[in-house]
Structure formats: structure tokens, C-alpha cells
């Protein structure tokens, strides 16, 4: 085994192991993206399924479930930045029911309009006109999203466990930057490319000089051999 380590590269595993990583960040949603995208009145319909590419103009959005919030601490002093939403989660009409899209601070002002217009539309007003635009994959809800899910499905719009359990695994669209994941996956493909150059050819450069060292000591052996029992040469 130490003899295998001793023949790779240490830049070639470097960046075979930079190149993987970042595929394995990149490389679903890099998929995802070039699949032909549906349009959120698609979902509305009911067609959506994890692993779809959703994009377009969110036509109605129901109430936030959950959100998330951040917030930085400083233990020198046991003080704490305010804590910061930086993602809210809401139900979106759509799927075989309801499903979850997460909604970043920078579209918390267009989410929240259309939040407000779609219930005014649900009351008998006009038809919402805010503009919240999204690019995003769906996937499968997290267990804790989950959970918060339901209960709101239960307890705010009154729906039984029942007509929950046939909505099928809860689903989630989420926002993704698509073109910067196609750079890294881009990126971590070339990376794990040039690696496995680079550890091939060392592997190949101390192959060669463990063979001919082989066979330089396996002439000397033969050399001392023929030195000790050739009574010319002794």
C-alpha cells in the first residue's frame, strides 16, 4: 500500500479530489438545468415531480410556513448580530395539492404582494399582478420543513391526514443560480480531469524508474553472482 501512495501525484489527487467535490456540489442541479423548463403554471396543473426544472412567473402564492434566519455570534463577548431571515418557505398551489417554495430575502417584497393578491383574488378581486420570477429545481422536502408542512396543511387550511398522506412526499421548489452551478460543474470536471493526467503520468514516470532500478539491481546481483564463482574474474 505504501508503494502504491508513493506513485501518485500529490497535485494530481489534489485536484481529482477539488474536481469531485465540486461535482458532487454541481453536478444534479447542472442536470436539472438543462432539462426543458416547465412553467409554474405547469405546477398549478399538476405537473411536478422531484428532479423537474421550474421557471417563470409564480402566477398564485399562499401563506409562509416557515423561514429561516441567521445571525453571527461573538463569543470574546457573548454578543450576537440581530438575527436576519434570509429565506422564507410558502405553499404554493400545484403538484397533486399543495407543494413548498422557498423564496430568498431579495424577493421577499414581490412574494409578500403576491401573497396578499392571490388571497384578494381567492375573495372575488382581480387577479394578481405581481411579479415574482423564479428559476428553480424541485426536489423532495427536508423531514423538519416537513413536518411544519403538514402541520399548517392540517391546522391552517384544514385538510386531514387523509387527504395529506395522497398528496404523496411533500415537494419543494427552490430558487438555484444555474448558471454559476454549469461553471462549477465545468470547472470541477476539468479539475478532475487534469488530476487523473497528472496522476497517470507520475504513476507511469515511477513505474519506469521502479522497474529500471529493479533491473539495475537484479544486473548487479547477477554481476556479484558471476564475480564469486568465476575463479578468472576472482
Same mark, same amino acid.
Given at each position: 500500500?505504501?508503494?502504491?501512495?508513493?506513485?501518485?501525484?500529490?497535485?494530481?489527487?489534489?485536484?481529482?479530489?477539488?474536481?469531485?467535490?465540486?461535482?458532487?456540489?454541481?453536478?444534479?442541479?447542472?442536470?436539472?438545468?438543462?432539462?426543458?423548463?416547465?412553467?409554474?403554471?405547469?405546477?398549478?396543473?399538476?405537473?411536478?415531480?422531484?428532479?423537474?426544472?421550474?421557471?417563470?412567473?409564480?402566477?398564485?402564492?399562499?401563506?409562509?410556513?416557515?423561514?429561516?434566519?441567521?445571525? &453571527?455570534?461573538?463569543? !470574546? %463577548?457573548? +454578543?450576537?448580530?440581530? =438575527?436576519?431571515?434570509?429565506?422564507? /418557505?410558502?405553499? $404554493?398551489? @400545484? #403538484?397533486?395539492?399543495?407543494?413548498?417554495? &422557498?423564496?430568498?430575502? !431579495? %424577493?421577499? +417584497?414581490?412574494?409578500? =404582494?403576491?401573497?396578499?393578491?392571490? /388571497?384578494?383574488? $381567492?375573495? @372575488? #378581486?382581480?387577479?394578481?399582478?405581481?411579479?415574482?420570477?423564479?428559476?428553480?429545481?424541485?426536489?423532495?422536502?427536508?423531514?423538519?420543513?416537513?413536518?411544519?408542512?403538514?402541520?399548517?396543511?392540517?391546522?391552517?387550511?384544514?385538510?386531514?391526514?387523509?387527504?395529506?398522506?395522497?398528496?404523496?412526499?411533500?415537494?419543494?421548489?427552490?430558487?438555484?443560480?444555474?448558471?454559476?452551478?454549469?461553471?462549477?460543474?465545468?470547472?470541477?470536471?476539468?479539475?478532475?480531469?487534469?488530476?487523473?493526467?497528472?496522476?497517470?503520468?507520475?504513476?507511469?514516470?515511477?513505474?519506469?524508474?521502479?522497474?529500471?532500478?529493479?533491473?539495475?539491481?537484479?544486473?548487479?546481483?547477477?554481476?556479484?553472482?558471476?564475480?564469486?564463482?568465476?575463479?578468472?574474474?576472482?
Amino acid at each position: 500500500m505504501g508503494r502504491l501512495f508513493n506513485k501518485l501525484s500529490g497535485a494530481g489527487m489534489i485536484l481529482v479530489l477539488t474536481g469531485a467535490l465540486l461535482l458532487a456540489f454541481s453536478l444534479r442541479d447542472t442536470v436539472i438545468s438543462f432539462k426543458t423548463a416547465k412553467s409554474f403554471d405547469d405546477v398549478l396543473a399538476g405537473d411536478a415531480a422531484s428532479g423537474d426544472h421550474v421557471a417563470g412567473r409564480v402566477p398564485y402564492l399562499l401563506d409562509s410556513f416557515a423561514s429561516m434566519q441567521t445571525w &453571527t455570534e461573538d463569543r !470574546s %463577548n457573548n +454578543s450576537r448580530t440581530p =438575527k436576519k431571515t434570509s429565506s422564507r /418557505y410558502y405553499v $404554493l398551489p @400545484g #403538484g397533486r395539492g399543495y407543494l413548498g417554495l &422557498t423564496v430568498h430575502s !431579495s %424577493n421577499f +417584497s414581490p412574494a409578500k =404582494k403576491l401573497v396578499d393578491q392571490t /388571497y384578494g383574488f $381567492l375573495s @372575488g #378581486g382581480a387577479a394578481p399582478t405581481a411579479e415574482l420570477e423564479l428559476d428553480t429545481r424541485v426536489v423532495e422536502m427536508d423531514e423538519e420543513l416537513a413536518e411544519m408542512f403538514h402541520q399548517t396543511l392540517r391546522e391552517e387550511y384544514g385538510l386531514s391526514d387523509a387527504e395529506i398522506d395522497a398528496m404523496g412526499p411533500f415537494l419543494m421548489a427552490e430558487p438555484r443560480a444555474f448558471g454559476t452551478i454549469r461553471v462549477f460543474c465545468g470547472t470541477g470536471g476539468a479539475l478532475f480531469l487534469v488530476g487523473a493526467v497528472l496522476m497517470v503520468r507520475y504513476w507511469r514516470k515511477a513505474s519506469a524508474k521502479s522497474r529500471q532500478l529493479r533491473e539495475a539491481r537484479e544486473a548487479q546481483a547477477a554481476q556479484a553472482a558471476r564475480s564469486s564463482y568465476d575463479p578468472e574474474i576472482r
